[in-house]
């Protein structure tokens, strides 16, 4: 039942998905959820609504590790593999360190759980680099950039098509300088984000698409509990139909609002998994069958994480199992069993912090279990049972699980993609994400006595919607000012969390040439209304300074409405925003020297239509005087004072604090440092894959050589000749061919193909010539069985013309007596002889027989019977036997243009059947939709 409904779903999206553009080469989008320990893709691409792309191994999910040995790259599984052996090479859980310091207490764990790592400080941008070598660092953001640029490659082998454009998902706690490492990390990959999407976001956005019909004009909420690798996260959030005005139209759409969130990013399976990790190395040591310790040999440790893993997974379905690694250290081996209690016990003060981030959204959100429906399990790992136990005591409600813990952000996160982008049309889906650190503007003002005040301003609060725009209002600077962007009222928050945000100094603003523009406008007779600063929030949760400027007021007495009157008018229309009405309605400043934040609106209320029609009808019904004391008033209004806003930008430089992203050349030399490790890799790839065409090519002939139907189709000396170039390659290869290049490779294939293509074109011919010959005779068979009826019912109803019955039979006779040469040419010639009459020669004849038939089909199928004249229409049916008769005679003179109108028809009654069925099948829905597209 649940299969049946999600390929219905399935459907529904598939019809939902349309396309804005007639060409189907690069408008594909694609998603990346970006996890600690594992990566999933899916792509939205032409006739396919949502899928996951599979990695080169066929797999669903791939490790988020990357590494580098002997000059080469490897990532995934593969990486896996060398981390094994080589773990100081081997770099995973990079998207913990992307935009912190080195004392972030979240590296400072990272180096604690990987203590062979040579992670330094770089003192510049306040991050960390990875050291390989003497001459090789990579940053975080190089790395994942690396990765972003292979799952790209996953993305495009899947949808057959280039991709550029992305959703990213990120953790819904990265601040603002993570978010844009992500971006520049992308920026890295030259991949296009549309959006960095929180995690939590998307998952609540594939739980809506696949329960859109349970969602309806009362709110209903469902909280997602997600641990993963690293973190956990617990989100509640509201479903409900809203009306929204797009276009001109009032529409309604589902809307997914993030309503509370709490978290925990040291929670997750990594943490279980490094603690079972040191109990198996503990217990290793205490055997005692080395004197060297597993703590101090990396490669030993490595192993022991690799196993503690595979066995923290057994553990959640059974109650125990044995960890066993041959050659830990020393060549000895190591087996051990580990019960589920044991495991239990060891992460004991992990599974008391379980319910804290429910706790946190609940309180966030204002809600309480009883109005939440559903609590859904999300994230690898909720299936340890120790895990569910916890959240269900304290919950006291049954968990549910019916959406795909792995990949739901992903699909959730390709849907937004194909949203977001120009080539596809999608079901709206309305979300509104929120702001998890409260942003504040801080800055200095002299008050009485020379003392210095500081003021703080909330710019967006906790769990304010965003995307959204803000303005704060300076009101009594004159001269040049600067003011802080900082992070506020994070007491919800413990102070580990808080310590891991890390500088909660966002960013320093310094404005310049503040007193000449007050000049400027005082010469004007303008009034200041203030410095106004512009800030959005953007669709990925990041803070952008838009302008900052000085508006001014000042009034214009025009005694009658001239051509200068209405002008003043329209200049103010077009210089004044949002901002000019709302400084209308304030006839007095406020006696802070700051105004409150003013939230732009998305929509505008419409007027009163009521009001309007109440007024029109009094002045309908006023008396004459009424009429006169109107034209009285209307004279006033004329003379009425004009405002004139004026406005003057304000130079702004923003200086960004704590961890930096790459400077602009730093960026340059980081992305020609990708771009040479790709080119060195796709020349590898490029080798490799020359070699194995080569060596693949020569055994082939070789064993070709072997059979009969070769031997027949060489005259002996052709087949010496092809025999000693292929040993000579074949030993070149196990000599010293290894070593040489793609170039050398492809150049020695060429050879080969070159001198066996004569052999190879002769044996296919003569396989491949008998099937196609009884093709052509059983096409010459039926066509006559149709021209025999052509003629029978051409004597009854005039459908054909003479002259098409005689083409098509000098056609069916052209081509029989082909059929009848080639098979007489074929019994006389020897197999190594050349080939007169190939298969695509008789082919081509096949077709034109084809394109005839086809033709006269088609007429039949559209030819409609003459009706017997009226009195009535006797006239109408002159005038269409006349017309017809033009038609056949046009037809006659020109068969090419017939067939070729015939073809078109036939073509497009092939179209019409699927999507009648399809139309048939849809519900009332889907029927909108489709008509739309």
């Not at 792509?43 to 000059?71: C, H, Q, W, Y």
């Not at 909330?458 to 959204?468: H, V």
């Not at 949002?578 to 007027?607: F, M, N």
Request: hydrophobic share 35%; aromatic share 8%.
């Amino acid at each position: 039942m649940a299969n049946c409904k999600k390929s219905s779903v399935l459907l529904l999206l598939l019809i939902s998905i349309g396309f804005m553009t007639s060409e189907t080469y690069g408008i594909a989008v694609m998603s990346v959820d970006l996890g600690s320990e594992w990566m999933k893709v899916a792509i939205v691409s032409p006739g396919v609504p949502m899928e996951i792309a599979l990695n080169k191994e066929s797999k669903r999910k791939t490790p988020m590790v990357i590494s580098f040995r002997d000059e080469e790259r490897t990532f995934g599984e593969d990486a896996q593999v060398v981390g094994t052996r080589f773990p100081k090479i081997s770099f995973q859980y990079i998207l913990d360190l992307v935009g912190k310091s080195i004392e972030n207490p979240i590296v400072q764990l990272f180096m604690k759980r990987f203590p062979y790592y040579d992670i330094e400080s770089d003192n510049e941008r306040n991050t960390i680099v990875f050291r390989i070598d003497e001459k090789t660092i990579y940053t975080p953001e190089e790395l994942l950039a690396q990765i972003l640029h292979k799952a790209r490659e996953f993305a495009q082998n899947s949808a057959g098509q280039k991709i550029n454009e992305a959703v990213i998902t990120v953790p819904g706690f990265f601040n603002q300088v993570e978010r844009l490492a992500i971006l520049q990390a992308a920026d890295l990959a030259n991949i296009k984000i549309l959006q960095l999407f929180n995690d939590y976001s998307a998952v609540a956005l594939n739980y809506g698409i696949f329960n859109r019909k349970q969602i309806n004009d009362t709110a209903h909420y469902v909280m997602f509990y997600d641990m993963g690798a690293s973190s956990t996260t617990a989100t509640v959030v509201g479903y409900q139909n809203i009306k929204t005005k797009e276009r001109g139209f009032l529409e309604t759409h589902p809307q997914v609002s993030i309503l509370g969130v709490g978290y925990d990013r040291t929670l997750g399976g990594l943490e279980m998994q490094i603690r079972l990790r040191d109990y198996l190395a503990k217990e290793f040591d205490a055997m005692k069958k080395t004197s060297n310790s597993v703590f101090k040999n990396p490669r030993a440790m490595a192993k022991l994480f690799k196993e503690a893993g595979r066995v923290k997974n057994v553990l959640s379905a059974n109650n125990d199992h044995y960890a066993q690694i041959e050659g830990v250290i020393d060549e000895k081996d190591f087996r051990l069993q580990v019960t589920r209690e044991k495991f239990e016990e060891l992460c004991v003060d992990l599974f008391e912090r379980v319910a804290n981030p429910v706790k946190t959204a609940l309180e966030t959100s204002g809600l309480t279990m009883d109005i939440i429906s559903q609590v859904v399990l999300v994230g690898a790992g909720t299936r340890v049972p120790k895990i569910q136990e916890k959240l269900s005591a304290y919950l006291k409600t049954e968990l549910a699980k019916n959406i795909n813990a792995d990949e739901a952000a992903a699909l959730g996160a390709v849907y937004k993609a194909a949203d977001l982008s120009q080539g596809f049309k999608v079901k709206k889906f309305i979300t509104k994400d929120a702001v998890l650190f409260p942003i504040q503007i801080v800055f200095d003002r002299t008050v009485e006595n020379n003392k210095v005040k500081q003021v703080r301003r909330t710019l967006f609060s906790k769990m304010n919607a965003y995307p959204q725009k803000k303005i704060i209002t300076f009101n009594k600077h004159n001269h040049d000012f600067s003011f802080d962007i900082n992070y506020a009222e994070l007491d919800y928050l413990s102070k580990e969390e808080i310590a891991a945000i890390g500088n909660l100094n966002i960013s320093t603003i310094s404005l310049s040439g503040v007193a000449e523009a007050m000049a400027k406008h005082s010469k004007e007779a303008a009034e200041s209304k203030g410095i106004k600063a512009h800030f959005a929030m953007d669709e990925s949760g990041v803070l952008n300074l838009v302008n900052v400027e000085l508006v001014s007021e000042k009034t214009s007495v025009v005694e009658e409405e001239g051509a200068f009157s209405k002008l003043g008018s329209t200049i103010s229309k077009l210089f004044s925003g949002s901002e000019a009405k709302e400084a209308e309605k304030v006839t007095l400043p406020p006696k802070d020297d700051i105004r409150p934040v003013y939230e732009e609106p998305d929509e505008y209320p419409e007027p009163k239509k009521e009001s309007d029609e109440k007024a029109k009808a009094e002045n309908e019904t006023k008396s004459p005087e009424g009429q006169t004391e109107n034209k009285t008033e209307k004279i006033e209004k004329e003379i009425k004072p004009t405002i004139v806003t004026l406005k003057e930008p304000i130079k702004a430089h923003e200086d960004k604090l704590g961890p930096k992203t790459l400077s602009e050349d730093k960026f340059l030399v980081s992305k020609e440092k990708l771009s040479s490790l790709d080119k060195h890799e796709n020349e590898r790839v490029r080798r490799e894959s020359a070699l194995n065409s080569l060596e693949s090519f020569v055994i082939d002939a070789q064993q070709k050589l072997e059979t009969e139907e070769y031997q027949n189709a060489l005259v002996p000396t052709d087949a010496e000749k092809i025999k000693k170039a292929c040993n000579e390659v074949s030993e070149w290869l196990y000599e010293e061919g290894f070593g040489a290049s793609a170039d050398t490779y492809e150049e020695k294939l060429y050879e080969l193909q070159k001198l066996t293509a004569d052999v190879n074109e002769r044996v296919f011919e003569h396989k491949e010539r008998p099937e196609a010959l009884k093709g052509m005779l059983s096409m010459i068979n039926g066509s006559r069985t149709f021209l025999t009826n052509m003629k029978n019912l051409n004597v009854s109803s005039e459908i054909f013309t003479q002259i098409e019955i005689e083409t098509l039979e000098k056609v069916i006779n052209e081509t029989e007596e082909y059929h009848a040469m080639v098979i007489k040419a074929s019994s006389e010639m020897k197999l190594y002889e050349p080939v007169l009459h190939k298969v695509r020669d008789i082919a081509n004849k096949m077709a034109m027989l084809d394109r005839e038939v086809k033709y006269l089909v088609n007429k039949a199928k559209i030819w409609k019977p003459k009706q017997e004249p009226t009195s009535n229409n006797a006239e109408e049916i002159s005038e269409n036997k006349t017309n017809a008769s033009a038609s056949d005679d046009k037809k006659e003179f020109s068969g090419k243009r017939g067939r070729d109108e015939a073809e078109t028809l036939e073509a497009e009654e092939t179209l019409e059947l699927p999507i009648s069925d399809t139309a048939e099948a849809e519900d009332d829905d889907s029927k909108v939709e489709h008509q739309e597209l």
